[in-house]
């Protein structure tokens, strides 16, 4: 009867040290870190605001692919969290379930400078330049963008 408390005070003290390992660290270093969006502007037809990966061609493109910002030796590297579908148009498409949408994935980036052109590459692929504007934070946008100061308006930026 003895060897009750003692078990029950190991048991509650494994669980509490559990509990504390289990935290998640915040995703891309901390809150001071710029945020940046990576918009795939594949028009898939989805539930605006679910989660999303990217549709073909860019499938690739998902949860857990590395997203890479270079500027001569800086590096920057990413994990991607999972994308949202957001909107590509101001169509009202009425009660219509799966819209057009873009899927976008929202990452904080330490360690990235505003004015600094960055080769970006997406699990190995390419995804052409990006520039950081602390200001005005255009999206990396998969297709790029022949113009990326005309991007579609989200609504909380």
Same mark, same amino acid.
């Given at each position: 009867?003895?060897?009750?408390?003692?078990?029950?005070?190991?048991?509650? /003290?494994?669980?509490?040290?559990? %509990?504390?390992? /289990?935290?998640?660290?915040?995703?891309?270093?901390?809150?001071?870190?710029?945020?940046?969006?990576?918009?795939?502007?594949?028009?898939?037809?989805?539930?605006?605001?679910?989660?999303?990966?990217?549709?073909?061609?860019?499938?690739?493109?998902?949860?857990?692919?590395?997203?890479?910002?270079?500027?001569?030796?800086?590096?920057?590297?990413?994990?991607?969290?999972? %994308?949202?579908?957001?909107?590509?148009?101001?169509?009202?498409?009425?009660?219509?379930?799966?819209?057009?949408?873009?899927?976008?994935?929202?990452?904080?980036?330490?360690?990235?400078?505003?004015?600094?052109?960055?080769?970006?590459?997406?699990?190995?692929?390419?995804?052409?330049?990006?520039?950081?504007?602390?200001?005005?934070?255009?999206?990396? /946008?998969?297709?790029?963008?022949?113009?990326p100061g005309a991007i579609l308006e989200t609504g909380d930026r």
């Amino acid at each position: 009867m003895t060897r009750l408390p003692h078990l029950l005070a190991a048991s509650l /003290a494994a669980l509490m040290l559990a %509990g504390c390992a /289990a935290q998640p660290a915040t995703p891309g270093g901390g809150s001071d870190a710029p945020t940046i969006d990576l918009l795939v502007r594949d028009s898939h037809l989805r539930v605006a605001g679910e989660p999303c990966s990217a549709a073909r061609p860019h499938q690739y493109i998902h949860r857990g692919a590395v997203l890479v910002l270079e500027h001569g030796s800086d590096r920057i590297s990413v994990e991607l969290p999972d %994308g949202e579908a957001v909107h590509i148009d101001d169509i009202d498409y009425g009660a219509a379930p799966r819209i057009p949408t873009a899927c976008r994935f929202r990452v904080a980036a330490p360690g990235l400078d505003p004015d600094l052109d960055y080769a970006v590459t997406i699990d190995g692929r390419s995804a052409g330049d990006y520039r950081y504007d602390a200001d005005e934070a255009a999206p990396i /946008a998969v297709p790029p963008l022949a113009d990326p100061g005309a991007i579609l308006e989200t609504g909380d930026r």
